[in-house]
């Protein structure tokens, strides 16, 4: 299939551990943040959201936490899978007008049984 | 992908033609962007449109151009003029302020 990204940033887990990935946001004004799961030849799957007035939002096996003082995001995938095997983005927006999505590099998640 | 879907799946193209890319929705949403994905990098914004006949160029909009005459509808034409044209492409749909994705078109210049 279609190569996502020759050189993202890897994570290695172990079949059923957690997994953090973990992204840095750039425009402090932004206040609407989403998770996108890609497989390889795909377009992005949408895994979750979160806006700026919380903290923290969980979803079936994932949460997404968010430091709005250090601009961070973080996904974390409880009892990690191999079908969670993917490369994972997060974007960030401006809710409102034209919502442009501002992508993050991505980070390959690579689950070894 | 959901109720978004784009033809063909893969794409050949010789230098110097024009090739036109699909994407269709049957969500009833409003706005429809197109995105160019290259190894390594994320998406990057190519065309938006907001509502039905009318568009608006992203961030990397030269050599490519769009219409808008139906709602469920955004094609996007790669034309002669850009320069690197082999790319996976995506197309979204905006529900409130999350957009969905389609499938992709792998377009590849011969």
């Known amino acids: 299939g279609e190569s996502v990204g020759l050189h993202l940033p890897t994570l290695s887990v172990q079949e059923g551990d957690n997994s953090i990935i973990n992204c840095a946001y750039s425009?402090?004004?932004?206040?609407?943040f989403i998770w996108y799961k890609q497989e390889s030849g795909k377009g992005p799957q949408f895994i979750i959201d979160i806006r700026s007035n919380m903290d923290k939002r969980q979803g079936q096996r994932v949460t997404v936490l968010l430091n709005k003082t250090v601009k961070h995001l973080s996904l974390q995938i409880a009892a990690t899978q191999p079908g969670d095997s993917a490369v994972y983005f997060c974007a960030e927006t401006i809710s409102g007008g034209y919502n442009k999505l501002i992508f993050g590099a991505g980070t390959r998640l690579a689950v070894h049984p | 992908d959901g109720g978004i879907t784009q033809s063909p799946k893969y794409l050949f193209r010789k230098e110097g033609q024009n090739v036109t890319l699909s994407c269709e929705q049957n969500?009833?949403?409003?706005?429809m962007y197109w995105y160019r994905q290259d190894p390594g990098q994320g998406l990057r914004l190519i065309y938006y449109?907001?509502?039905?006949?009318?568009?608006q160029k992203g961030d990397i909009a030269e050599g490519y151009s769009v219409s808008r005459e139906k709602k469920e509808s955004f094609p996007l034409t790669v034309t002669s003029a850009q320069k690197n044209p082999t790319a996976f492409y995506l197309c979204?749909?905006?529900?409130?302020?999350?957009?969905?994705f389609g499938p992709g078109t792998r377009l590849t210049v011969l």
């Open positions: 979204a749909s905006r529900w409130a302020d999350t957009q969905y």
């Open positions: 449109s907001q509502i039905v006949n009318d568009f």
């Open positions: 969500l009833n949403h409003d706005a």
């Open positions: 425009n402090s004004a932004s206040d609407y």
